[in-house]
């Protein structure tokens, strides 16, 4: 169940993002992102929709953050 709330999430952030509506795909991955912290690609949608919704610090600060988790649990950077 929670595997498919998660995809659910992604899901509902994609579908709001190309609707143009960022803020709300942003709150979509942010809550994928609390249910696995490690899952790559939303770190990746919720870069992009920072950056359209013209919050380019927003984006930079999730790239961060996931750097630094990604090198404190796996030694390594995202891709």
Same mark, same amino acid.
């Given at each position: 169940?929670?595997?498919?709330?998660?995809?659910?999430?992604?899901?509902?952030?994609?579908?709001?993002?190309? /609707?143009?509506?960022?803020?709300?795909?942003?709150?979509?991955?942010?809550?994928? /992102?609390?249910?696995?912290?490690? /899952?790559?690609?939303?770190?990746?949608? /919720?870069?992009?929709?920072?950056?359209?919704?013209?919050?380019?610090?927003?984006?930079?600060?999730?790239?961060?953050?996931?750097?630094?988790?990604?090198?404190?649990?796996?030694?390594?950077?995202?891709?």
């Amino acid at each position: 169940i929670v595997n498919e709330f998660r995809d659910l999430l992604i899901y509902l952030a994609d579908a709001n993002a190309a /609707l143009g509506r960022y803020p709300e795909a942003i709150k979509a991955c942010e809550m994928a /992102l609390r249910k696995d912290p490690l /899952l790559e690609s939303v770190y990746r949608r /919720l870069m992009q929709f920072h950056y359209c919704n013209g919050e380019k610090g927003c984006a930079l600060k999730v790239y961060r953050d996931c750097s630094k988790l990604f090198e404190e649990l796996f030694e390594e950077s995202p891709t």
